[in-house]
């Protein structure tokens, strides 16, 4: 499995739109890029996954460069309610890999 | 939709002592998977279930942890006996089959091991 790499922390305030980074330099050919988010006292619940370019949905946008061995989250505009550890996974799911969490990035939106 | 349901939802126990969880994957899912959530950190795998059959246990200590799924529905997770270092969250989560990075968590237990 490609081992990824995101910020430990980030600093937010509401009404900012927040992008957090992950690499994977790894990346295998036929593995995909999942995001998760963790709210506290609560399990982990499926936000975003893609290939290659880009990919939106209602609650966040992904952004992947063409050799893939990065990619961004987008939050559009948050809010504290957004506070919360994002997770990056990347693996050949199709494949039976299984999903691996990292330490996450716990992103803090302050007023 | 019910989501995936959980007990109980706290629990403190003495070292050496047992403890079982409970877990209700969402209707129609066949995949079920028990993680373990240490503090600070992200969940890690123990073991998953297609119906009821194990696909997956690597991560699972044998020695003191053990989980079923008899009739392909609900599981039950148990460590006996249980360690200091035991006291984490322990999530479920299910899955359709084909779909496991979409995997619908539930709220969790979280034991306390004094």
């Known amino acids: 499995l490609a081992k990824t790499t995101q910020p430990v922390s980030m600093d937010s305030y509401e009404g900012q739109e927040v992008n957090i980074t992950c690499s994977h330099n790894?990346?295998?050919?036929?593995?995909?890029i999942t995001w998760y988010q963790q709210f506290p006292s609560q399990g982990p619940r499926f936000i975003i996954q893609?290939?290659?370019t880009k990919v939106t949905n209602e609650v966040a946008s992904l952004f992947i460069p063409a050799d893939r061995k990065s990619s961004t989250l987008s939050l559009p505009r948050v809010s504290l309610s957004d506070t919360a550890v994002y997770y990056c996974l990347v693996g050949d799911f199709n494949a039976g890999n299984m999903l691996t969490f990292g330490g996450g990035t716990r992103l803090m939106v302050k007023p | 939709e019910a989501g995936v349901a959980q007990s109980p939802r706290y629990k403190i126990i003495e070292k050496r002592q047992s403890v079982a969880f409970w877990c209700n994957p969402i209707s129609g899912h066949a995949t079920l998977y028990w993680y373990q959530q240490i503090l600070g950190q992200g969940p890690k795998l123990l073991i998953q279930f297609q119906n009821n059959g194990v696909v997956d246990d690597s991560q699972l200590p044998k020695d003191r942890f053990s989980a079923e799924r008899l009739k392909g529905v609900d599981s039950t997770l148990k460590i006996q006996p249980a360690k200091l270092e035991d006291s984490a969250v322990y999530l479920c989560a299910s899955s359709v089959p084909g779909l496991e990075e979409t995997q619908y968590f539930g709220p969790g237990t979280r034991l306390l091991v004094l």
């Open positions: 790894n990346i295998a050919t036929n593995d995909y």
């Open positions: 893609g290939y290659k």
